[in-house]
């Protein structure tokens, strides 16, 4: 199987230099190499422009060799993919055929090295070739395996490697418990049936503070100012840093509930979303509850974990979870306290519930199974992944 691991790069400044130096020559070879296909009368084949590439580009342009000769060679790669796809489009007469368009500085800045032997990951360092030193990276590799092709990008004045492994080591711990119920919360980010209570990230929270004081202050700023610009730099830097950040806190958590449980029962989180509304931990919320949800249900299956969503009309928190009783619980409410005695948070009472319906779905999944074993089985994680 093969995954790909995106993992920010810490490198030096002469690091950064190569790094820049590489997005450069990779752009300005597709360029280079566009603006000479794009004449007329001048067929793009690859083997013309590998042609190109050896005997006018290399000679007129002899700082491509400064870096991996495989930047510029990749570029006519992308080109060819672009060329491609061009011309499947004419063919299907699409009314925008979108011919190649050439690459802008800071627009997609990327390069890639797809050959095992140019590039390797080592701990917590990644070698590129010619380049003399190794640059750090953020987090070591998730998973073990053969790597295949690193594409390292820039965004924001920062860069990213993304790792592209071969690998089986996609099942690394057996989930031990066997299940649990999550509700996303509004003062933490997650209340687990077990009583856990996974915390908002405070790294994130501050940041996002920041940043709402950083656009007051660009609003503030004259139209078409220095100023403004510059501050508009900042909001932007702040802005890409955040969504970094909200990623690591959602692979984090998604990471943990498959590595842990066997059965992972979960809110409808569009519905939740609309009704907890902006309510709930910011890292969930803005992140979009459709990108924790797709997380979740692929490493879920990566892991052999079974995802049980509950149905949009279960009232996971306005029920007792020991009794049954129904109660209105507005959102300022904190604790459940029902009748028959129960008092409890309302996340966990809620997690409690999710727990139990996903107990109670797969109960009612696998006796279906049973029945339907007699003319043909059907997988009951499947089932219950739709
Ligand atoms: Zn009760």
Redesign the pocket.
């Known amino acids: 199987m093969l995954i790909a691991h995106k993992i920010e790069l810490r490198p030096t400044p002469e690091q950064a230099d190569y790094l820049n130096r590489a997005c450069g020559t990779r752009r300005h070879g597709y360029n280079q190499l566009l603006a000479h296909f794009s004449q007329p009368g001048v067929k793009w084949s690859k083997a013309a422009a590998y042609q190109h590439y050896m005997t006018v580009l290399r000679v007129e342009f002899p700082w491509y060799s400064e870096v991996s000769s495989r930047v510029a060679r990749n570029a006519i790669d992308d080109l060819d993919a672009a060329f491609k796809g061009f011309f499947r489009r004419v063919k299907a007469k699409a009314k925008q055929p979108g011919f190649p368009k050439f690459k802008q500085k800071d627009v997609n800045d990327c390069f890639a090295l797809r050959e095992p032997s140019r590039f390797s990951v080592e701990g917590q360092e990644l070698r590129i070739e010619k380049l003399k030193t190794r640059i750090k990276l953020r987090q070591p590799l998730r998973f073990t395996g053969t790597t295949k092709q690193a594409t390292i990008s820039k965004k924001a004045g920062r860069f990213f490697v993304s790792v592209l492994i071969e690998t089986d080591d996609y099942n690394p711990h057996a989930p031990e418990q066997a299940s649990v119920g999550v509700d996303f919360g509004i003062k933490t980010l997650a209340v687990l049936s077990t009583g856990e209570e996974i915390p908002a990230n405070q790294t994130l929270k501050k940041n996002l503070k920041l940043l709402k004081r950083r656009q007051r202050n660009l609003s503030r700023k004259v139209k078409r100012s220095r100023r403004r610009a510059k501050a508009k730099l900042k909001v932007a830097k702040l802005h890409a840093r955040i969504g970094n950040q909200r990623q690591a806190v959602l692979h984090e958590l998604s990471d943990t509930l498959t590595r842990t449980y066997n059965v992972i029962a979960i809110e409808d989180l569009n519905v939740s979303g609309m009704t907890k509304n902006r309510r709930l931990a910011r890292a969930v919320s803005d992140a979009g509850f459709g990108e924790l949800r797709r997380q979740i249900a692929y490493k879920a299956a990566w892991r052999g974990v079974t995802v049980i969503i509950a149905d949009r009309f279960f009232p996971s928190s306005k029920m007792?979870?020991?009794?049954?009783?129904l109660h209105d619980m507005p959102l300022s409410q904190r604790l459940m306290i029902?009748?028959?005695?129960?008092v409890i948070d309302r996340d966990l009472n809620a997690a409690l519930n999710l727990n139990q319906y996903g107990r109670d779905a797969l109960k009612r999944d696998l006796k279906r199974t049973q029945e339907s074993d007699k003319t043909g089985s059907q997988d009951p994680a499947l089932a219950l992944m739709a």
């Open positions: 007792c979870h020991v009794c049954g009783q029902c009748d028959c005695g129960n």
